[in-house]
Structures are given as C-alpha cells and as structure tokens.
C-alpha cells in the first residue's frame, strides 16, 4: 500500500450538498362509472434523497470532490390518483476516504459532524424532504370532498468541508531532508520522491512496513521545521496527519555533525517544540528516535555523545541508515513493539 506524492493527492475539499426537496401530494377524485360520487384519492408525494457520506479503505485521496463541488440528491416524485404514493428519491452517496472529518460551515465557522474513522462507515449529513399529503389525507365526515393537498418540504442544505487526516500507526517526523521518505522507501514497498535538497516530500506518504509477520502502516510526513504550528512552509495541514498516528520516529539527520553550524540538540528540540505547540498531546506520544545517516560518519564518536545526551532525556534511541539498510531491522522490530505497546494501553483504558 502506497500513497505517492503528486497532484492527485487532495487532502481538504469544500462541497455543496443538497437533499432531495418531497414530492407534492395532489388533489384528485374517484371517477369510476359506478361511482358518482367518489371520494378523495390523491396520494401522498415520496420523500426526498438524503445526502450520505460513506468511508471506503479503497480512497487514498480527496481528489474527487475536489473536482466535484455541487452534490445533489434526487427529489421525490409527486402523489398519483388512487392514493399512490409518489416513488421517494434517490439517495446521493459520496465515498471518502477512511480517516476523513466532516465539518458543516456555519457562518463561515465548521463545526464537526463526523469523524469516519472505519471501512463502511457512514453518516447522513443533509436529509431530504417530507412529501407532501394529498387530499385523501384531508377527507372526514364533515369534509368529504377535499379540493387541496400540501407541497413537499425542502431537503436540507448545507455546505461541508472536508479534511483528510492520514491513519498510520507510526508517523515520521523531522526537518526536511532529514530521510524520511528514504526510510520510508527502505522499510516498505512505498516510492516516495526522494532528493538531496529540502522539501522534496509535498505531500504525506503512506507504507506498510512487516517483521514477523507482522503488519503496521507507516506515515511519511513533509519536513517539518520552526513556526510549523503556526502554518509556516504548510506545517499546520501537515501536522494534522500526525494527530492519529500512535508513535513516532523523529528522525535526526546525521549529516549534521559534518556541519559545525547545526546544533542536531537543537533541531530535535525544536521539532518536539513545534509538535506541543499544534496538540499538546504530541508531546505524549510515544516516540523513538532515530539518528539517521551514520553511513556518512567515518568518526562516530559525535553520535555516541548525542545518543547518550538523548537517553538521559529518556528518550528511546536508535541509529543507522535508510539509504544502506544498516539498522533497519532494529528499527522496524522498535516501530512494532511500541505499537503493539500503544495497542496493549488502548486496550487497557
């Protein structure tokens, strides 16, 4: 499973929709031969479609409604004489993503409707119009011969925004350029865009990575640098396929230490500063991270110096190379125990 970087990926769109409106009832009479005086026989209109959203593992992207602003359901048909009953309307369904929020815009503002978070899910988010009543409803003893019937009622309308945020049980994370998408490539069968200059990653990726057997889904999110929180290089949309990732990798780059001018001390505090500022509990997550690159090293020793700064951090730390594949099983059998870890603490609440 692969989501490639490309402008086919959309992880936010704006949509119209509109349910169907009812049917009317209508106004009509017995006129059988034998029947002189026959009665009220105006049937009810069918109720109007309703607007349904339904989550599909099979959709990796919003590209879709993007492209497709305006959804429409049908409206129901008008009553028939013999007190038939109008045929109601279709419903419009739309087919999102997993993992995709729904928000109505109220005054501009959105407000949450949905969160489809599983393969089938789904909400109904406009309902579609009553039908109306038709004049065989309105007969009674004092009012034999009705000459009315009522309208169908409007279907509800509203205007909805979407925004998708990834499900991966392990999110990626650090500054450009730092090796993620290298990484990503490495542990699984994704073929993210890989470069030697900083942003080359646009948009988030998504692998799956296996040891023994053993699945987990892994996140490949763009560079993060200083002021990401704040949207600062597209941070805060990025930061948001963070949100339901279980564990991190932060990922340092080890080609640092061939540059006295970066402090990699500094850069990690200022990824896990920009992480607490989006959701403070980011800050919670459970995280390992990886000094990446070592390949580049003939001289170690600056590693070994970091790797036990960060320990007396508490921090969980590993080392080795996407681009060799040194330590990589290392890294994939750490990914799998703090998920199965996070797995185990769900379960216990």
């Known amino acids: 499973m692969a989501m490639t970087q490309s402008d086919q990926f959309v992880d936010e769109a704006t949509v119209s929709v509109s349910a169907g409106d009812g049917g009317g009832g209508i106004v009509s009479f017995r006129r059988e031969k034998f029947a002189p005086r026959g009665g009220p026989n105006g049937g009810d209109g069918g109720k109007g479609g309703d607007v349904v959203f339904v989550a599909d ?104 925004r979407l925004s998708l945020k990834l499900l991966a049980d392990v999110g990626l994370v650090g500054l450009p350029n730092a090796g993620k998408s290298t990484l990503l490539r490495r542990i699984s069968a994704a073929k993210p865009r890989v470069a030697d200059y900083p942003f080359t990653t646009l948009m988030p990726n998504l692998g799956v990575a296996e040891i023994d057997h053993r699945t987990f889904v892994v996140a490949d999110i763009p560079g993060l ?49 920009e992480l607490t500022a989006y959701d403070p509990g980011l800050a919670e ?49 750490a990914m799998a125990r703090a998920v199965d870890a996070a797995d185990e603490a769900e379960a216990a609440q």
């Open 57 to 160: 593992r099979n959709l990796a992207t919003l590209r879709d409604q993007k492209y497709q602003r305006d959804v429409r359901a049908k409206s129901g048909a008008p009553g028939g004489g013999n007190n038939r009953t109008g045929h109601g309307g279709a419903d419009a369904v739309v087919r999102v993503p997993v993992g995709t929020v729904l928000y109505e815009l109220v005054g501009g503002e959105p407000v949450e409707l949905a969160d489809l978070t599983a393969d089938k899910e789904q909400v109904v988010v406009a309902r579609g119009g009553q039908g109306g009543q038709g004049n065989a409803r309105f007969a009674t003893a004092t009012r034999q011969a009705p000459d009315f019937a009522t309208q169908g009622k409007p279907g509800e309308r509203l205007k909805i």
């Open 225 to 273: 640098i200083e002021g990401a929180s704040e949207g600062v290089g597209l941070g805060d949309r990025f930061l948001r396929h963070i949100e339901r990732t279980r564990v991190l990798v932060h990922l340092l780059d080890g080609a640092a230490f061939l540059d006295e001018t970066r402090d990699l001390l500094g850069e990690y505090d200022t990824i896990r500063a």
């Open 285 to 333: 997550r459970r995280e390992i991270v990886l000094l990446n690159k070592v390949d580049l090293l003939a001289d170690r020793a600056p590693v070994d110096a970091l790797e036990a700064i960060l320990r007396e951090r508490g921090c969980d730390v590993l080392r080795g190379s996407g681009a060799t594949g040194e330590g990589m099983s290392e890294v994939v059998g």
